[in-house]
């Protein structure tokens, strides 16, 4: 059985000060501790080799039941974590804060666990806390079971019943807001920009819901800002950048005017200023991009945004958006030099916690950036890395075009072969994933005819006819998108003119296309 390497990427996920503070803990017990030499020398692993450790406390008793050992230290970690973080979040306090009111309530001290329960509704509601506050509630009617005969407290039980069925429409209400924010993330996940009918529908649909188009429908701080969140959304699977800009922009001012919030939704706020970064992009206003990504990299020493989850999102979205400036802006070399290796480094670091859709997003700019300085053999392996990944749903988009790309690459090198072989496994691909739009189609097409050509006056012939054909399917919108993943007929026109495609692009940059 494959030694379990849990423990080992819990240990190396702690910061200084959360391993400072297991230790201290510790140091309170009495007794034997194998646990602290244990973690000791798993912290000192770069890589987790469980036979190293055998060997190293081959002497040790504790050695014999290691599985079990792990696992005690995992949960004293966890413990330790728990009490660290205890202040932390608004849950870890309304949850602490529980527990006291039941001890209270145990030892018959009801008006001390009375005023518990006032500060922390407090909190709950400061917060939209509504599960909590169901059990606040709850121990509120005890006590006025408790203390009915004598009327000690001031409380009504219709007013509580009332109050429970409000906390129990908001938490519906949110639950919808979520499920409808969760369809159209799906769709763009899977698909990116809609092209097709499916896709336009199901935006459509949940762009009409009765809970997105009506007034007043969101009841909580928290259901508004997903309701203006999913607006943009479907707004930026059409390519309506006035429409997102506009609703992600109330997202990040109702946040910034409820910290509390802020702090519960940190992603959501984070992904609303990322949004708004791209609405920028795309009317090449690059003060104002440059401008939402230094507000979003400060972000990473703020309160609130400490966490390894939410570090990882203040890293990938707003290096991949620095990196797509460069290469909008045509500095292709100053992408390469001053952004390619930053994000690598930081990829290294995060050792592995960085999702497989972001990494590919990464690769496949930087493989652009590598192609537009005419570097092909980096851009071959970066394409490579996005081949590499080819799991169902993981942005079907993003490795379509990838492919696509890999096609181009594959014919500049003159790897004629591995073309042919590459042309048939893509048509194959698409086909399967039903990936086969217009364009990708003809791309196909008028690719292998590339092959055939013998002569360079019907490789020309074939270039203008490539053009051609393109242009005229690329007279749809939906399929207009495709040019947005990579600037093929720029490609296209180098090829028919005998000219360099990075001057191509930098004249096209230059001229703000």
Not at 1 to 10: A, D, R, V
Not at 177 to 199: A, H
Not at 277 to 295: F, G, P, Q, R
């Amino acid at each position: 059985m494959k030694p379990s390497k849990e423990l080992f990427h819990l240990i190396k996920s702690l910061t200084k000060s959360e391993k400072r503070y297991f230790k201290l803990m510790s140091s309170l017990q009495t007794g034997e501790k194998n646990y602290i030499k244990l973690f000791e020398y798993v912290e000192e692993q770069e890589v987790y080799d469980e036979e190293d450790l055998k060997h190293q406390f081959k002497d040790e008793n504790f050695i014999k039941h290691l599985p079990s050992e792990k696992n005690h230290l995992y949960k004293l970690i966890l413990k330790s974590l728990r009490g660290f973080h205890s202040d932390n979040s608004a849950a870890s306090i309304i949850q602490e804060n529980l527990r006291n009111i039941e001890l209270l309530f145990n030892k018959a001290l009801y008006t001390e666990c009375y005023k518990n329960i006032l500060r922390t509704k407090e909190t709950a509601y400061v917060f939209e806390k509504y599960y909590f506050l169901l059990d606040l509630i709850d121990w509120e009617k005890k006590l006025v079971e408790e203390a009915f005969l004598d009327n000690k407290f001031k409380v009504n039980m219709d007013n509580l019943i009332e109050e429970e069925s409000d906390c129990i429409e908001k938490l519906r209400n949110i639950a919808e807001y979520q499920k409808l924010y969760s369809r159209v993330n799906y769709v763009i996940r899977k698909g990116g920009y809609t092209r097709n009918k499916e896709g336009q529908n199901e935006i459509k649909k949940i762009a009409n819901h009765p809970l997105i188009v009506g007034k007043n429908t969101a009841y909580s701080i928290k259901a508004t800002t997903a309701c203006y969140s999913i607006k943009g959304l479907c707004a930026v699977t059409n390519h309506d950048h006035e429409t997102a800009s506009e609703n992600f922009n109330k997202v990040i001012k109702i946040m910034e005017a409820n910290p509390a919030i802020m702090k519960e939704l940190p992603k959501r706020y984070i992904r609303a200023l990322n949004n708004v970064l791209y609405t920028y992009l795309a009317e090449k206003n690059w003060d104002k991009t440059l401008s939402i990504i230094e507000k979003m990299k400060a972000l990473e020493t703020k309160s609130g945004f400490e966490s390894i989850d939410i570090q990882l999102k203040l890293f990938t979205l707003p290096f991949n958006a620095e990196l797509n400036i460069f290469i909008s802006k045509g500095e292709y070399a100053k992408a390469i030099k001053q952004v390619v290796p930053e994000i690598l480094e930081r990829l290294k670091r995060f050792n592995g916690k960085v999702n497989k859709e972001e990494e590919m997003l990464f690769y496949y700019n930087i493989s652009r950036a590598y192609f537009f300085t005419e570097d092909l053999k980096g851009a071959l392996r970066y394409i490579n890395l996005v081949l590499n990944e080819n799991k169902p749903g993981l942005r079907d988009d993003v490795y379509t075009f990838a492919r696509l790309v890999n096609l181009i690459i594959h014919y500049e090198l003159n790897n004629l072969d591995l073309l042919e072989y590459n042309i048939k496994s893509t048509k194959r691909f698409l086909t399967i994933n039903k990936r086969d739009y217009k364009f990708e189609t003809i791309f196909i097409q008028e690719m292998r005819k590339l092959t055939k050509c013998k002569t360079d006056e019907k490789l020309k012939e074939q270039f203008i006819e490539f053009k051609k054909s393109l242009l005229t399917v690329l007279q749809d919108p939906y399929e207009k998108i495709a040019l947005d993943y990579f600037d093929f007929l720029i490609w296209l026109d180098s090829k028919i003119n005998n000219q360099s495609f990075v001057k191509l692009m930098l004249l096209k940059a230059k001229n703000g296309g």
